[in-house]
T-cell receptor
Framework: DVKVTQSSRYLVKRTGEKVFLECVQDMDHENMFWYRQDPGLGLRLIYFSYDVKMKEKGDIPEGYSVSREKKERFSLILESASTNQTSMYLC????????????FGPGTRLLVL | EDQVTQSPEALRLQEGESSSLNCSYTVSGLRGLFWYRQDPGKGPEFLFTLYSAGEEKEKERLKATLTKKESFLHITAPKPEDSATYLCAVQAGSTGTASKLTFGTGTRLQVTL
């Protein structure tokens, strides 16, 4: 079974704090993705990576950065958390094949006060 | 721009009352269409990948079908445990690197006794 894990299920942070969200997959997937999910807006892609040290911007990268130092691990960094970054954050991974089924982690619900 | 529209937004069924969820898409060069199930507060769980028009896939009470313009998720004799939000997503275009998925906003299904 594909397994994608995320470092925390719930996080509470203060405005201005630096926040690290970590994702680990055990299926040797090349691709990894970070989304946020908000009511009424659906899933929105923040950043993705197709290889170690490679990253590409998604649809809403502002205020975020990412790091991929190992194939199985993809980190999302909020450099200075703001209240509008309160959201559910979802990590996903997939093989680099013609049709790329993505498998999701359990999500991290982040509250920024 | 790729678009995915799901209908209805919400659906309430009685146990045993079969129905269908719709996913209409507008994409340039469909590579794959995906169905996910999402329980409240959790990450999406993969259900099906459909590759080409005419394809059908089944899993327990769920059957997914695909045409050139839309996909249906048929739920036969649903049970309360089928209550969840069902998400549809499409992958289109080039697969030079990791491919972005375009998600619909989901259909929230409630099955009552």
């Amino acid at each position: 079974d594909v397994k994608v894990t995320q470092s925390s299920r719930y996080l509470v942070k203060r405005t201005g704090e630096k926040v690290f969200l970590e994702c680990v997959q055990d299926m040797d997937h090349e691709n990894m993705f970070w989304y946020r999910q908000d009511p009424g807006l659906g899933l929105r892609l923040i950043y993705f990576s197709y290889d170690v040290k490679m990253k590409e911007k998604g649809d809403i990268p502002e205020g975020y950065s990412v790091s991929r130092e190992k194939k199985e691990r993809f980190s999302l960094i909020l450099e200075s958390a703001s209240t509008n970054q309160t959201s559910m954050y979802l990590c996903a991974s997939s093989f680099f094949t013609e049709v790329q089924t993505q498998y999701f982690g359990p999500g991290t619900r982040l509250l920024v006060l | 721009e790729d678009q995915v529209t799901q209908s209805p937004e919400a659906l309430r069924l009685q146990e045993g009352e079969s129905s269908s969820l719709n996913c209409s898409y507008t994409v340039s060069g469909l590579r794959g269409l995906f169905w996910y199930r999402q329980d409240p507060g959790k990450g999406p769980e993969f259900l099906f990948t459909l590759y080409s028009a005419g394809e059908e896939k089944e899993k327990e009470r769920l059957k997914a079908t695909l045409t050139k313009k839309e996909s249906f998720l048929h739920i036969t004799a649903p049970k309360p445990e089928d209550s969840a939000t069902y998400l549809c997503a499409v992958q289109a275009g080039s697969t030079g690197t990791a491919s972005k998925l375009t998600f619909g906003t989901g259909t929230r299904l409630q099955v009552t006794l």
